[in-house]
């Protein structure tokens, strides 16, 4: 069902503390891959696109309140942004005991896996009041590997962003990969995406010829932008940075905007 235009949090680092908040509509979308039914979340600019569309892959927990609340803050900007149902169903997983199992499952079964991310990013292009000239694959976490994974084995996107995503989990032959620019943001000490994965990564992205960049945090470990993480019984593996979590939207931001006007990288 679609909502009637909302008003969004104004975010403080790109607009003056009085203006106004944007509009935004917001609604359910419900699609398919293969039986498996997915339950995405779509935001979309009342007053029309500003940049590229977002096809937002969560974190583990699913499409959560937190991810939804991020899809409104980039429709806000002027990015029509669909949050992609990764699990099926719209299942919220509670913790790692529920979504351990549920990525594991996923990383066994690539084609499955790319696939899904696939699924949704044919459902935001059949969104006819979003503007998807141009689609960045953007991905927190688990989101963040899907996004690797999807353009590395080809996904035509005009971009992709990984914040914290685990590397442990990607494939490094990126010969099929789609000429997009990519943008990694990670914690220097996540023990997900290591030095040595870093380095295997950022060489597989060379060697396929990629525009690629590679913003890593000091002091910071897995999922730093995550409400969870501030209550982390792991603050070694995984934390909350505020520092972090604003210096990785920005780049993000920053990045959506060089996808949308190459010359604004200038």
Do not use: N
Request: a negative charge; proline letters at 6%.
């Amino acid at each position: 069902m679609t909502s009637a235009p909302t008003a969004t949090s104004t975010p403080s680092d790109r607009s003056a503390p009085s203006a106004p908040a944007p509009a935004v509509t917001a609604r359910d979308v419900e699609y398919r891959h293969g039986a498996t039914r997915l339950i995405g979340h779509l935001c979309v600019p009342a007053g029309g696109a500003a940049g590229p569309a977002v096809l937002l892959l969560p974190d583990a927990y699913g499409v959560s309140g937190h991810m939804t609340g991020l899809a409104r803050r980039l429709a806000g900007l002027g990015h029509a942004t669909l949050v992609a149902d990764l699990w099926g169903d719209g299942l919220l997983p509670a913790d790692q005991a529920e979504f351990g199992p549920l990525i594991g499952a996923m990383a066994a079964d690539r084609a499955h896996w790319t696939g899904r991310v696939r699924a949704a990013h044919e459902a935001l292009l059949a969104q006819e009041d979003a503007d998807t000239a141009a689609v960045v694959a953007l991905g927190y976490c688990f989101g963040g590997s899907s996004a690797l994974e999807y353009a590395r084995t080809g996904g035509e996107v005009a971009g992709v962003v990984s914040v914290h995503g685990g590397l442990d989990i990607l494939a490094f032959d990126w010969s099929a990969a789609h000429p997009a620019p990519v943008l990694v943001c990670t914690g220097a000490q996540d023990p997900m995406a290591t030095p040595g994965m870093r380095a295997d990564l950022t060489a597989a992205m060379t060697a396929a010829g990629l525009d690629w960049q590679e913003h890593v945090y000091s002091r910071t470990v897995h999922a730093f932008t995550s409400p969870t993480s501030k209550s982390s019984a792991r603050p070694d593996v995984v934390a909350y940075s505020a520092r972090s979590t604003a210096r990785a939207w920005d780049a993000t931001l920053r990045f959506l905007r060089e996808v949308g006007d190459p010359r604004s990288a200038a």
